[in-house]
């Protein structure tokens, strides 16, 4: 297999702001876009045509990646005038593909870190003669995703959307967003309208008798959707315990990048990733956190679990907790973020404002 599609279409209306100017793949994670990890992670395998599917802020994209060739990649964009699901998008760049009918083609989300075996997950399509095969993972608590029971075999028996009682809880296998379709199967698919492939696609080709098979990889995997997930995944990232070959640099405690400043008195910690241009000051304490670029944490602050926007500037002895804070924001000396607080782009907090916060 060499060419794969990648979903990278999505508002990231959970990570708001910090997507209010950057589609989610591009959001940096251990010093570079997402993005880049997943292209680089593709290439690995021996990808080396992608066809990203494009729609919110489409125009990103191309002029950070342009063809690919920068990554050993041959990359081109189509962008959806108006949303159409993971199927609809799919089948929206189809035409773009190379494959022959029976060739498997790589598919993947731009929001998923993983360290999924691709090449196994290629090599069980292939030996199972499945028209589509899934990575599925297993997770403690099933209920915010879509269960995937498999027979003994490992072939799909049912698509079971987000259980909430035990008994509908047959499995603790879920869907982990990547797939191997056949290429004629992408061509089934419906045109010019939203289509979704958990809901639609393959409880459709289940019941026409289609072979799904299921591929169970329990290594790393992370949904990235939330500022907490995607705090999480980056420091991963830069400790090492998610894999990636884009990491600019070892993977060690910390990350940062050459432009940044960080005064030798301040402490960064727990997979901390400084982007191009920060300024960390004396005596500040950082842990578990995304700082992107050009921002300034002042003398004295104590920032864990959060993410920085790029350009934001956080007040000497503010002290923040699973924050996020939006590009350009201000956040004053002597504040208390706490418990997902959010503060939009631009935006202002004066010295000594907020002391305290609640889950917004």
Known sequence: ??????????????????????????????????????L???????IDHIVLATSYLAEVFEPHFGDGSALG????????????GTGGAIRNVA??????PGDPVLIFNGDILTGLDIEALVTTHETSGADVSLHLTKVEDPRAFGLVPTDDTGRVTAFLEKPQTPEEIVTDQINAGAYV???????????????????????????????LQ???????????????????????????HAPSPAVPGRCGDRLVLDSATVAPD???????A??????????????????????????????????????????????????????????????????????WCGAVLPDGSVRFSSDQ
């Open 95 to 100: 035409g773009r593909l190379r494959s022959e």
């Open 40 to 46: 680089a992670r593709a290439r690995a395998a021996g």
């Open 266 to 272: 301040a402490k960064v910690t727990g997979g901390t």
């Open 274 to 343: 400084i982007g191009e241009g920060v300024v960390v000051g004396a005596g500040a304490t950082i842990d578990g956190s995304t700082v992107l670029d050009g921002a300034v944490v002042e003398p004295g602050a104590v920032i864990t679990d959060s993410l920085i926007g790029a350009g934001a500037r956080i007040g000497a002895r503010s002290v923040l907790t699973g924050a996020v804070v939006g590009d350009g924001a201000r956040v004053g000396a002597d504040n208390e973020l706490r418990a997902g607080i959010r503060i």
């Open 181 to 211: 379709f056949t290429r004629s199967v992408i061509d089934t698919i419906p045109t010019g309208r939203p289509v979704s492939v958990e809901r639609e696609t393959f409880p459709q080709l289940l019941r026409s008798g289609a072979h």
């Open 1 to 38: 297999m060499t060419e794969a599609i990648l979903l990278v279409g999505g508002k990231g209306t959970r990570l708001r702001p910090l997507t209010v100017n950057t589609p989610k793949p591009m959001v940096p994670a251990a010093g570079v876009p997402f993005l880049t990890h997943q």
């Open 73 to 84: 990649l041959h990359l081109e964009y189509v962008t959806e005038v108006e949303p159409l």
């Open 214 to 240: 299921g591929m169970v990889d329990s290594t790393y995997w992370l949904d990235l959707g939330t500022p907490q997930a995607f705090v999480r995944g980056s420091a991963d990232l830069v400790l090492g």
